[in-house]
């Protein structure tokens, strides 16, 4: 089945441009992170590369080492930020898979033994605590 065309209106690509705000805990020339707004746990963070790709899928093979780059700073960070035992990475590649936001991203979430994770997609967290948990992730990045 042919997918869709990337659309420049999505979500994501709004947040890239400035035009809706986010929780952003780092940003260099190709990449940006930010708060998941719907965390699936405390510190839940997205990894997204600036360049344009729907998902996986169709990135320029290029897009993965800046992007994966980030992704390992940001799991160390939200890991000591958070005293996580672990990390979980997920990344969703169309409807099928459960992708809801058609921009290439990376979900980084802080684990702690016995906790599952909140349902994808679930109810929203807070803006008082996305901020607080954005300030605790970036002193980790930049300690
Ligand atoms: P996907 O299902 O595409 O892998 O994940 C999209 C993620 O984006 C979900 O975890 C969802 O909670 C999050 N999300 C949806 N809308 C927004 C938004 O406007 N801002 C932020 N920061 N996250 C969003």
Redo the contacts with the bound molecule.
């Keep these: 089945m042919t997918e869709a065309a990337y659309d420049t209106d999505n979500?994501f690509a709004k947040?890239l441009r400035g035009e809706?705000p986010?929780h952003r805990v780092y940003e260099d020339e190709a990449v940006i992170a930010?708060?998941?707004?719907?965390p699936q746990g405390s510190g839940h963070t997205?990894v997204v590369p600036k360049a344009p790709s729907r998902n996986l899928l169709d990135a320029n093979p290029s897009t993965f080492d800046p992007l994966f780059t980030v992704v390992q700073k940001v799991a160390l960070a939200v890991k000591k930020a958070f005293g996580a035992d672990g990390v979980t990475i997920l990344q969703?590649n169309e409807p099928a898979s459960?992708?809801?936001?058609y921009h290439l991203?990376v979900?980084v979430i802080p684990r702690f033994d016995g906790i599952p994770l909140k349902p994808?997609?679930g109810g929203m967290e807070k803006p008082e605590v996305l901020v607080e948990n954005a300030e605790k992730i970036r002193a980790a990045l930049g300690s």
């Design positions: 979500i947040i809706i986010s930010f708060m998941d707004v719907m997205l969703f459960g992708q809801t936001v991203h979900h994808h997609t």
